[in-house]
């Protein structure tokens, strides 16, 4: 690991201006900065600031502080009961150890586990822009199908993630000039295009200091994770859905997929398609068919174009089968 | 600056008794309890936990004071090399401590229910410590052990 300053933030408004990387679980950079992966020089601790509440918001949502942990979140009695999705999104992820570990601003910005980004040695436009990416036409299985760009073919690794895209949740941050603003999850993440760099819209020393959600969904909450081992393995694919039937037919479905892109996936036309239908196999493939029209395999990760069918079609008979 | 949790109290202290595996939060060997919950201490910096309580497997007890999780382990054989199961002792200690709040788990049926220790349950909750002898049977049938003795005296 290479040298670096370290500052301890003692409030909210003064953690931007400290200049330096923030630190909060430590999962994710302390793997990477051993590895100088990642190399900042001066590291700022913001694990003692007080965003630790989770507490109602004016319109029946919730507000997350970013430092709540993996487990604490999971484990909110208002989190299992109105967002049950995104507690079994958490569950899904990491070990015991790591969830007590993991905060809510962390999770969102961890980094993709592709095997070249992680290489110093290898090539990898994420890592060092410019080198080239080793994955295309390299050890591609755990790689995105969709919205990939010539540049990067990554993966976002988080399953929280996933969830909290389905939930249309906002992002609540702060400026290193004071400035506050919210971002919604579903313009919080970018597509690799040519700068795969890049990955999300925060501005240098921005800090997360919530994450909002809005009033519960009703409806069947399920997280489906598809992975190498039964626990303690990232997603190849896994399918965050809410559903919620009436009369026999769908009366509105949320889906968001994890394993399939450089960011947490949602299409408005997938979920159109299946309001006021049926819940028939014929119906969910032609879902199916319209999340995967676009999808491009790399050779190793081919499998997962039939794999994302099989998970949405198996998680909305499941969904949808009390009704 | 550098120096983290888990090399502060082997290298420094000469607490030894947490091992590193990995050093990258992949198998579960350096658990220790952090304000009595369970983390892993090669990924956290000693200098971010400045007045925090820390426990590690010398703290749970020593030869003439066991702990109930380290005689369920001997009596089971929970081991073979013996390399993993600091970690894997400090690591049951800190999740029976989640289930009796009533944490959910992957295995959960439904997560709005409180917990329970099935032994799926425990498969799952202790997914984060692994044992490269593969003494995992033995390990459950310790923990299961364990948490009944534990109950017992509480
Ligand atoms: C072995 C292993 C297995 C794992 N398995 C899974 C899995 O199956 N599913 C899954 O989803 N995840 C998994 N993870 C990843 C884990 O969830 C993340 O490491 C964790 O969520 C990161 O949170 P943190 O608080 O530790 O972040 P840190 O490591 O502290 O920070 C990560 C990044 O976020 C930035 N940051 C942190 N907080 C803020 C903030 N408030 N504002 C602005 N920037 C901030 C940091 O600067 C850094 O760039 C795994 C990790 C490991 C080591
Ligand atoms: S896929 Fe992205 S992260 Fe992986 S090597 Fe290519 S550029 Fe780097
Ligand atoms: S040494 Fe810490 S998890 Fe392996
Ligand atoms: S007993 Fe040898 S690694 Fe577990």
């Not at chain 1, 760009?149 to 399953?159: F, G, L, N, Q, W």
């Not at chain 2, 970690?87 to 992957?106: K, R, T, Y």
Request: hydrophobic share 40%; net charge negative.
């Amino acid at each position: 690991m290479r040298p670096f300053e370290y500052a301890r933030a003692g409030n909210v408004s003064e953690a931007g201006a400290l200049a330096g990387r923030f630190i909060a679980g430590g999962t994710n950079l302390l793997d990477l900065m051993k590895l100088e992966v990642e190399t900042p020089e001066k590291l700022v601790d913001i694990t003692r600031l007080p965003l630790r509440e989770i507490e109602e918001t004016a319109d029946g949502g919730l507000r997350i502080g970013a430092l709540v942990t993996n487990s604490d979140l999971a484990a909110e009695p208002r989190i299992r009961r109105d967002y049950e999705v995104l507690s079994r999104a958490l569950l899904a992820g990491a070990s015991g150890q790591l969830r007590n570990k993991a905060t809510t601003g962390g999770n969102l910005l961890q980094r993709t586990r592709c095997s070249y980004f992680y290489e110093t040695s290898q090539p990898c436009n994420k890592r060092e822009p410019g080198s080239g990416c080793g994955a295309i036409g390299g050890f591609n299985r755990i790689h995105a199908i969709l919205g990939t760009s010539d540049k990067c073919i990554a993966t976002h690794p988080s399953d929280m993630a996933v969830a909290m895209r389905l939930l249309d949740a906002v992002v609540e941050t702060q400026k290193a000039d004071g400035s506050s603003r919210e971002i919604p999850v579903a313009e919080f993440y970018r597509l690799p295009g040519e700068t795969p760099q890049i990955e999300t819209v925060l501005d240098q020393g921005e800090l997360i200091t919530a994450v909002r959600l809005p009033k519960p969904l009703q409806g069947e909450h399920r997280y489906r994770k598809v992975r190498d081992r039964a626990s303690y393995a990232f997603a190849l694919v896994s399918v965050a859905a809410v559903v919620r039937m009436d009369g026999g037919r769908i009366a509105d479905a949320r889906l968001a997929f994890g394993g399939l892109a450089h960011m947490p996936w949602r299409d408005a036309a997938v979920e159109q398609a299946l309001v006021g239908q049926e819940p028939t196999m014929a119906n969910f493939d032609k879902a199916a068919d319209i999340l995967l029209a676009e999808a491009k395999g790399q050779g190793e990760n081919d499998f997962k174009i039939p794999l994302a069918r099989r998970t949405l079609k198996a998680v909305l008979a499941d969904a949808t089968k009390g009704a | 600056m550098r120096t983290s949790l888990l090399d502060a109290c082997r290298d420094h202290l000469g607490l030894t008794g947490s091992k590193k595996g990995c050093d990258h939060g992949q198998c579960g060997a350096c658990t220790m309890l952090v304000n009595g919950r369970r983390i892993n201490s090669c990924l956290t910096l000693a200098v971010m936990h400045e007045g925090d309580e820390v426990t590690t497997i010398e703290g749970l007890g020593g030869p003439a004071n066991l702990h109930p999780m380290q005689e369920a382990f001997l009596h089971h054989d929970g081991f073979q090399c013996g390399y993993c199961t600091p970690g894997q002792i400090v690591s049951a200690v800190g999740m029976l401590g989640e289930v009796s709040d009533g944490w959910p788990s992957h295995a959960t049926d439904d997560v709005k229910d409180g917990a329970s220790l099935s032994l799926d349950e425990i498969r799952e909750r202790m997914s984060g410590n692994l044992c490269r002898c593969s003494a995992y049977p033995n390990i459950v049938d310790a923990i299961e052990t364990a948490s009944t003795k534990m109950k017992e005296t509480a």
